[in-house]
């Protein structure tokens, strides 16, 4: 794929609700083009967070942390958990509403061995020795996961946009359809009980 090419357009994100973004995301390609190489893996797995959900970091509340999550819609949203990992969510509904949608695991379609070379470096970080080789299915298998593999960084890609940035969603590589599993989001306590996460049902690379 050229890079660039069937790049999602502004009116793709202003013309759904956050939960059904979330779904129509599903099956689109995530793209970086980074200057070590382009990746890119097929959108598999999404989570929704609304603004009078408990689990949503806008959730009565208005931060410089969270600002990112009232601009435009397609705005990038990336933010640290546990203090070294990164997850990178899409901005949806209209402006000053604070809501967007997680992206939790893609399906690897492009790039493969600079993704791995990536989540290599991140794991020796972590344990000063390299473990067993990292399977094609636990590449992006989860937010932090993914974002390791698609050198995605808070410092250089939160509060751009998916529109105009090297980092994009691209259309569907293939009109195959597919069934949306719905059910419980993962990893979180409040809020835990509404069906707001969304996947490709049986896909194996799918988080666990």
Known sequence: MIPGENRLPLSFYEAYDTRTLAQKLLGCELIHNSPDGVTSGIIVETEAYLQDDPACHAYQKRTPRTEPMYAA??????????????????????????????????QPTQGIELMEMRRELSRKKVAAISTKQISIKELCRGPGKLVQAMGIDRSVHNGKSFVDSSLYIAQP???????????????????????????????PFVSK
């Open 173 to 203: 590589v293939s009109n195959t359809s597919f069934e949306i599993e719905i059910s419980k989001r993962i990893g979180i306590t409040q809020g835990a009980d509404f069906l707001y996460r969304y996947a490709i049902k049986n896909n």
């Open 73 to 106: 819609p397609g705005t990038i949203y990336v933010y640290l958990i546990y203090g070294m990992y990164q997850c990178v969510n899409v901005v949806s509904s209209k402006i000053d509403c604070g809501e967007a949608v997680l992206i939790r695991a893609l």
